[in-house]
């Protein structure tokens, strides 16, 4: 008999790592199963098996609105936010939209993957400056700013994830969101906020969005249902000002199409107005922090002096640092003949070699004792590489 098919490249009886999505335990499953029987046999069968609007399911933007205006304050209305076939879907309408080949997009070093995989496949210029503790290095930023206006180059947006990084964990301080700000108006660029960890947090509130700070203007802010809900949903969310919307809106794909995912988009809609959603983000916050709490644990008890890692507040990853004697190509051939599998730094960067002591670790994938466990293993494997 054949293994069981994994998604993402999980290989059975392994413990991954790497995987940056919710377990199976941590799927709402009942509840979605609960809500789409009762909306195959309500009124709205018949709209969300056809076409739907451009913009998205009118219910769920209503919902979204609603929300972000009670809890972040940020004043929009509908016109500021349409549904996306997923954070990834939006990011890939934006950089079609925004970008011809060869411009110049700036992000993080390190950044996250997927996006650096969008931009080459769009022919993009990836240009990247480094973060610490509270985010982008300003000051490296505005002097890669100079070069490239040096140069004749104008960037077209800055692609960020400002809270709970994928792959370091780290937040954006809110100074720092402020002096990006302030360059982005200087050298006339868009910022992409992709916010797709603002829910899972552990402790208190996280600074104002992108969007909020800039009154709105220029920014463009993804959200996503995927770790919230379910990535399988292919389910997110795109404010941003009325003009640019209105111009996504009006894209033949959208229009063709029929708007995103409109079968989908309608089961989360009501599942949203349910109330049910809430409920079960404080519940997965709960869940996550345990799990952060375990692999923290773990690292503390197991890794040898000369490392460093990220303690997160939230989100799915801690960012370690190996010493300069280890290479994270040889520890990955080790720990993969232990059946751990860890995301290599050289991924998050444009330059792959950058990342050549760095490793992510996911803690929302893998159960606690396995967790526990695979971290364990790997802080004997580094301690014999550093002995
Ligand atoms: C920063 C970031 N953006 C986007 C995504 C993917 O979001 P979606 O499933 O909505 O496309 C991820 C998932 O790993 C992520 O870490």
Redesign the pocket.
């Known amino acids: 008999m054949k293994p069981e098919a994994t998604p993402q490249g999980i290989i059975a009886g392994s413990i991954p790592l790497f995987a ?1 999505h919710p377990s199976r335990d941590l799927l709402p499953i009942d509840e979605l199963r609960r809500i789409m029987s009762a909306g195959w046999a309500g009124r709205r069968v018949g709209r969300f098996l056809n076409y739907g609007d451009e913009q998205g399911d009118s219910q769920l933007i209503d919902f979204l609105v609603e929300r972000f205006n009670r809890s972040e304050m940020l004043g929009i209305s509908r016109d500021n936010l349409m549904i996306i076939g ?4 939006g990011l890939g309408m934006i950089t079609q939209h925004l970008t011809r080949p060869g411009d110049v997009v700036l992000v993080d070093a390190p950044s ?1 993957r ?2 650096l995989h969008i931009f080459r496949d769009y022919r993009l210029e990836i240009c990247s400056a480094p973060i610490d503790d509270e985010g982008l290095v300003i000051s490296d930023l505005a002097r890669k700013l100079r070069q490239l206006a040096a140069a004749g180059k104008a960037p077209r947006f800055y692609y960020v ?1 400002p809270n709970f990084q ?1 792959p370091s964990g780290i937040t954006m301080s809110r100074e720092r969101r402020l002096a990006v700000i302030d360059l982005s108006r200087e050298f006339g660029f868009a910022i992409v906020e ?1 916010d ?1 960890y603002n829910d899972i947090r552990f402790g208190g509130a996280l600074p104002p969005s992108f969007y909020h700070l800039a009154g709105g203007e220029h920014v463009l802010r993804l959200g ?1 249902f ?1 770790k919230t809900l379910a ?1 399988g949903l292919r389910i ?1 969310w795109l404010v941003a000002p009325a003009d640019w919307i209105a111009r996504f809106v009006d894209s033949g794909m959208l229009r063709m199409g029929g708007g995103a995912n409109p079968f989908t988009a309608a089961v989360v809609a009501d599942y949203c107005r349910s109330g049910a959603w809430e409920g079960h983000v404080e519940w997965l916050r709960g869940q996550y922090r345990r799990r952060r709490d375990v692999a923290l644990a773990a690292l503390d008890a197991s890794m040898p002096s000369g490392l460093h890692w990220t303690r997160p507040e939230g989100g799915y990853f801690i960012w370690l640092r190996l010493p300069p004697s280890v290479h994270v190509d040889d520890l990955e051939g080790r720990a993969q003949a232990r059946n751990i599998y860890f995301a290599s730094g050289k991924g998050f960067y444009v330059n792959p070699e950058a990342g050549a002591h760095h490793l992510r670790l996911s803690f929302s994938y893998v159960p606690q004792a396995e967790l526990q466990a695979g971290i364990e293993i790997l802080g004997g494997l580094i301690a014999r590489m550093t002995a």
């Open positions: 940056g997923g954070s990834t879907g996250y997927d996006a994830a994928n992709d797709v996503s995927s990535p997110g």
